[in-house]
């Protein structure tokens, strides 16, 4: 009977746009060890095995598989319902990546360089608090595996090297992954997972009601709360100015700010306040704003129980918004003190747009602009 190897990140970190990039590393890695790549659940803008919905539910496995070629696939559950068949559970290798040098609890065993080191063993309440006791598995090794705190060139390449060399020779057929670390640890792979085909045609949709349309990309989180009301009168400033030159009417606005009323669309993003709320009812009260909701997008997910908290923070309709904003004749986002300025989300959006630019798309009109300035 052929035994079959799997490797599993059941905790993938940061939020979509990010964790869609260390999937795709980590797949580079299940590729090098030739072992069978075991897809998390997805939910809030998360990847980890303790989210309710199927990988699917946000990519396209099939268009996924055609991007690693070689590489086979298992969802989480079909993986989980292997685990209940067997008579004897499998030997279970559990790995932690940890990013040294960052302020957090595991500091106390920073290491410098690249190392891998034995870890504690995990009690009954942290397995159910990671959700592995949902899976058979008979964990009898724990290791942890730490970047080191130097920033190496080539680190990639180098970590790549490290990981396989310590892992390739692993009997244990399920390898658990435990990716606590932000850094790019394998090579990049430059092309992002695709999302499903539900995503795509709502985006579509949205494209075609909307036409033509300026994107405004506005994430408060880390903005000034005190400006907000001065960016919002900056915002409506340069949108007026732009009807002017550019003729387009239709604005659609991509936001963390929760405009059903839940939480903010960002589990990063705690504390909505009063100068937040006023620069939204400025921009409300005169400028004719579509969004996810007004445009009624997703309305039966958005309609069933099942996904009520999904829609309550961030999830699905940020991946949209993102394509809204890709495919929008105009983008615009926020300068210095107004949101974040660095975000992967922004600028993975000005690349794509330049993307469409380069291949001869004459609708769009800009890749990136900031709105005006906030002194």
Known sequence: ?????????????????RAN????????????????MVLP???NSRMNCCAPFPFEFYYDLEEMKKMFLGVKFMTQQTFKEWTKELLIKPDTLHTWFIEDGRNNSYSIRDHEQMAIEPSEHYKKNLLHKLC????????SDYVEFHTGGNRLENIEYKMSNFFTENLKDKKSPVILIRNR???????????????APHIMKQ???????LQSYYCIHWRMEQGIPEKMPKCAEQLIKTINHLKETEGINNVYLATDYPILGGNSASDTFHKVGKYHRIAMQMLNSTINLNTWVSLNA???LRNDEKYASEFNSSGIHGILDKLTCIQADYFISGPINCCRINSTYTSLIGEARQALIDSGNKRIRNVITKWGTTE
């Open 21 to 36: 990039l260390h999937l795709r590393s980590l797949t580079y890695l299940a590729r090098s060890l030739n072992r069978i």
């Open 41 to 43: 659940n997805v939910a």
């Open 298 to 300: 997703f309305e039966e």
């Open 1 to 17: 009977e052929k035994i079959c190897n799997f490797i599993f990140p059941y905790f993938i970190p940061e939020q979509e746009t």
């Open 181 to 195: 670390s932000r850094r790019q640890m394998f090579p990049l792979i430059e092309e992002p997972i695709p999302f």
């Open 203 to 209: 985006a579509f949709d949205l494209k075609n009601k």
């Open 132 to 139: 592995l006791d949902q899976f058979d598995l008979k964990i």
